[in-house]
């Protein structure tokens, strides 16, 4: 009985999307790591992180939109952009930009757009269309 008791506690507890959500894009797998406070942080391979404001701990928001900004530390985060940003987890680097994030209403589930800009442009500059990898 204590057993059944404690399966159906973990049953029903919000289950957290850290490191098991992955997706494919045109940009390459991007999978989220982790949250810091309420910034959910995805990488895509190794040097390159995205934060998006608002969305960490909405394991089950699959619609709106949400804006952040995107890290690539390669070469030590030696960039062209005039301010360095550091973001909340410490990954600090002169090669940045914006991002929107658009949870698809008439996607698959959890499939996103995502918009990307370089330093404080005003327009965006580049797009991918995420999918979850299953």
Not at 42 to 58: A, E, N, P, R
Not at 92 to 97: A, P
Not at 127 to 134: G, I, L
């Amino acid at each position: 009985m204590k057993a059944y008791f404690a399966a159906l506690c973990l049953a029903v507890m919000p289950t957290i999307a850290l490191a098991d959500e992955v997706w494919n894009s045109s940009l390459g797998q991007i999978t989220y790591l982790t949250d810091v406070g309420s910034t959910a942080v995805f990488s895509v391979g190794v040097d390159f992180q995205i934060y998006i404001d608002g969305l960490g701990g909405q394991y089950s928001q699959n619609s709106g939109t949400y804006s952040g900004y995107w890290i690539d530390s390669t070469n030590g985060g030696a960039g062209d952009c005039p301010q360095t940003v550091t973001a909340p987890d410490g990954w600090s680097s002169r090669n940045w930009g914006n991002v929107q994030l658009t949870f698809d209403p008439d996607g698959f589930h959890r499939s996103y757009t995502m918009l990307l800009n370089y330093c404080r442009e005003t327009t965006w500059t580049s797009q991918t269309y995420a999918q979850p990898r299953y």
